[in-house]
């Protein structure tokens, strides 16, 4: 097997040295948010997509709430013209709502592009050309001056179309391709040269749209270009200045995020982050990002499968259940302390507070999700949660004793199948295990309350009818008596719990016992809907589960002969 040559890689340059404020900033607005999902997005699919997929992502995308959408090529292919012109002449986007449409710096090029606006309120043009080393030098083998001159010249062509068409409110966008491998003194003069073309001011400000276009550095490298920049950028009341960052090295998200903290006030992106190679920035991750910090998105997240569905429709690409934010397995707990965590952190979970549970860092109900996924038990997972599932689905409230010998019960049977145990499975579990009806079994009692508690019960003993009589200072303390007075076996209760299931005259009581039997302690449940039936039977159960041998009878001659 070959190694790794890493010597012929080398790390991005280093951003002059400059002052650095961004690291002790906070956020606390959103951005302006771009979709590219209609060109960046669909250029990266294996198929482009169909008009009516475009028609279909448009129209989510406007439900989001974004308001600027960058909508396609219209003058290097004829279904982004035709879907540009169907936009407008439909009336499809909203008064609040700005399209942005792409063109290189190529005079007849940018004349189809104005031509494909026609009739529009408002619309960006979006002008771009690359300025990287490699770019200049391997690819459109130029020198600095020719690659300013390309961009000078595409701005005055923009420009000067925009002036035959005075009804459109124009905004101009532009971008040195490659940003995030130029040098930073170049992108600063080749933005400064088309500043001085279209003459933005503080009332009719342009974009500088500065990508990762290829991701070379880190989230910081990128943090630090941008905010060089806009310390070194002139004129810079009269420039919004965009940043579009992908997702090489994986940081895309962060990489736009950090940009935000150094200056930028835009941000280029699409749903769920598809795009070139890796993908764009995700949208949605970012937006989510903010609103966990209590800063709002200003966007509606709040039906996100709706959202994947789309995506994943209109793009073919399937999104993977652990993604950030909306992912459908993100709220999912399987490890057993995870679970635990929770569980305890739901329970003391307070409405007028801020919201504080473990591991689960918002509310899933906020985004449309619920509790009934958060916490699911396989072969890793403990009582947590199963407790957790047991209380959510059917409101049995385990005590704690009773979860401890339930566990190694629940880990079996989950290691046999393999895979996810569900709750009514964790249930049965829980029955099988603690309510056993043989050889003991409850036919009928009567309790006489007045003075100590007098208790009546008769048993089924492996087919034999069997009475005992006791008193005590309660029904289990009763039923002790008249049990050791019976057997002469002396049986003690640890622990005992008891609740009901449900409300109103269809409550049922479900108890649990926990008895010492010979020095050795043994757990039983039962329910039923008389509250004293239910202890007897959780007795019983753990009678049954102790495995005493021989009947009562046998078990009384026992007794009476050791004496």
């Known amino acids: 097997m070959s190694c790794f040559d890493h010597r012929k890689y080398r790390p991005a340059p280093r951003v002059p040295a400059f002052d650095r404020q961004w690291p002790d900033r906070d956020l606390v607005a959103a951005p302006t948010w771009v979709s590219e999902d209609l060109r960046d997005g669909n250029q990266a699919l294996l198929e482009p997509m169909s008009v009516e997929q475009k028609q279909r992502l448009w129209h989510q995308i406007i439900k989001v709430g974004i308001k600027e959408v960058m909508v396609g090529f219209p003058s290097a292919s004829q279904p982004d013209y035709d879907f540009v012109r169907w936009l407008i002449e439909e009336d499809q986007i909203p008064d609040d709502v700005t399209i942005a449409v792409l063109v290189q710096c190529r005079e007849h090029l940018i ?87 279209w003459q933005p001011t503080p009332e009719k400000k342009c974009i500088l749209n500065l990508p990762t276009t290829v991701e070379v550095g880190g989230p910081h490298h990128h943090a630090d270009q941008i905010e060089y920049f806009c310390q070194h950028i002139s004129r810079r009341d009269s420039v919004i200045v965009s940043v579009h960052t992908h997702n090489d090295r994986g940081g895309a998200v962060a990489s736009a995020e950090l940009a935000l903290l150094a200056g930028a006030e835009r941000v280029e992106g699409t749903l769920l982050g598809n795009g070139e190679r890796t993908g764009n920035m995700d949208i949605v991750t970012l937006a989510m990002n903010l609103y966990s910090q209590g800063i709002d998105p200003e966007l509606d997240l709040s039906r996100p499968d709706e959202i994947i569905e789309v995506v994943q429709e209109c793009t073919g690409i399937p999104m993977h259940p652990r993604h950030p934010w909306v992912g459908e397995m993100v709220y999912t707990a399987f490890s057993g302390s995870h679970q635990d965590a929770i569980r305890k952190s739901l329970r003391k979970q307070q409405v007028d507070e801020p919201w504080q549970v473990a591991y689960l860092p918002i509310d899933p109900r906020d985004i449309g999700r619920d509790y009934q996924a958060v916490i699911r038990v396989n072969s890793q997972s403990g009582k947590g949660g199963m407790t957790f599932l047991l209380e959510r689905d059917y409101g049995i409230s385990l005590p704690r004793w009773m979860a401890l010998e339930l566990a190694p019960a629940v880990q079996a049977v989950s290691e046999t199948v393999s895979g996810e145990l569900s709750s009514q499975r964790i249930r049965e579990v829980l029955t099988e295990t603690f309510s056993r009806h043989e050889p003991l079994s409850l036919t009928g009692y009567r309790l006489d309350r007045d003075a100590d508690e007098s208790l009546t019960v008769s048993l089924n003993d492996d087919g034999r009818a069997v009475r005992l009589s006791g008193q005590g200072n309660g029904v289990i303390s009763s039923f002790m008596t008249a049990w050791q007075t019976h057997t002469g076996q002396s049986v003690s209760v640890v622990d005992y719990s008891e609740h009901a299931l449900g409300e109103g005259s269809d409550a049922v009581a479900i108890a649990f016992v926990q008895l010492n039997v010979g020095g050795q302690r043994i757990s039983g449940m039962a329910e039923d809907g008389d509250t004293v039936s239910a202890s007897l039977k959780a007795v019983l159960s753990a009678l049954n589960r102790a495995g005493h041998q021989g009947t009562m009878s046998e078990l009384a001659a026992e007794a009476q002969a050791s004496a």
């Open 111 to 197: 004349e189809r592009t104005f031509a494909s606006l026609v009739g529009a309120k408002r619309a960006i043009v979006h002008l771009y050309n690359s300025t990287s080393t490699v770019q200049r030098e391997r690819v459109f083998e130029m020198d600095r001056q020719g690659i300013v001159d390309i961009a000078v010249q595409g701005a005055s062509w923009v420009k000067a179309h925009a002036a035959r068409y005075p009804d459109v409110e124009w905004r101009f966008e532009y971008t040195p391709e490659s940003f995030s491998s130029t040098e930073i003194d170049f992108s600063l003069a080749i933005c400064e040269a088309v500043m001085d073309v």
